[in-house]
């Protein structure tokens, strides 16, 4: 989608989609590099995608173009960012990311530094620039510009450990975050349950950052549990439903086994590996 930017800044649909509880479905891009698995995305009825800068080698340059192709198509791109790695921000949205996601983020200090680097003063201190993706790279005058941008931008932290839930309170009343998320895999670990998903300890940690989240009006992502059932009572402790259906890798991994499974059970009797 492009904004026209002869209209006053308007307002951020994902969030709006996300606070109406409606069903939002991510996927996760580690190791494509073209933009095949964005149309893919997008055909397959995703409304956004995560690009994954964190678990990758991947270029931001290859990273921006996923991203402007994803908005181009009417999906919200985000971006992963290695962690701290604050200076990757800028470029990042000046070529095509709509939202940022900063990883293991313990404190507000962390997370108001994040949302700082992804907006114009006087909130933050993004640096200036006059034509972007969004507005279909037309030269525009910082004053019609920067509205349209900071409202756009979608600032997402994740939460990872356990200081990082014993802050919930004050990363959520955080100027400049958007929306928080839960990251499973890594709080089981810092737990010491790691992938024990049903853990009264990931569940009371879940409740603390929900109800953090609940008190400033702020949408609260989980990632990394897959279970349906598990995820929906998550869900019931105010988890918003937006789902990460799968890293690009995972689900090539599934499909090509499944296939291959199929191959051997129909030609030639064989048990599946």
Do not use: W
């Amino acid at each position: 989608m492009v904004f026209d930017p002869s209209k006053p800044a308007q307002s951020n649909a994902f969030l709006a989609r996300l606070r109406a509880g409606e069903l939002t479905l991510m996927l996760g891009i580690r190791n494509a590099r073209t933009a095949d698995a964005v149309r893919i995305a997008h055909s397959t009825g995703h409304h956004a995608i995560m690009v994954d800068l964190e678990h990758s080698t991947m270029p931001l340059d290859v990273a921006a173009n996923l991203c402007g192709v994803a908005a181009d198509l009417g999906m919200t791109p985000f971006v992963r960012i290695p962690e701290r790695e604050y200076g990757a921000i800028g470029r990042l949205l000046d070529g095509g990311a709509h939202g940022i996601v900063a990883p293991r983020i313990e404190t507000a200090e962390q997370a108001t530094d994040v949302g700082r680097a992804c907006r114009f003063a006087p909130r933050g201190q993004r640096s200036q620039l006059a034509s972007v993706p969004l507005t279909g790279m037309r030269p525009t005058p910082a004053t019609t510009l920067n509205p349209i941008l900071d409202e756009a931008t979608i600032v997402q932290v994740l939460i990872e450990t356990t200081q990082g839930v014993a802050n919930a309170e004050a990363i959520a009343a955080a100027d400049g975050v958007d929306m928080i998320a839960v990251g499973a895999n890594d709080l089981t670990s810092e737990l010491g349950v790691p992938g024990q998903y049903e853990h009264p300890a990931l569940r009371e940690a879940i409740a603390t950052v929900a109800a953090a989240c609940a008190r400033h009006q702020k949408p609260l992502m989980l990632g990394g549990v897959a279970d349906q059932a598990l995820f929906a009572s998550f869900v019931s402790l105010g988890v918003a439903p937006l789902q990460l259906t799968g890293m690009d890798t995972d689900l090539l991994h599934s499909a090509a086994s499944v296939r291959v499974n199929a191959i051997k059970q129909a030609h030639y009797g064989l048990e599946p590996a």
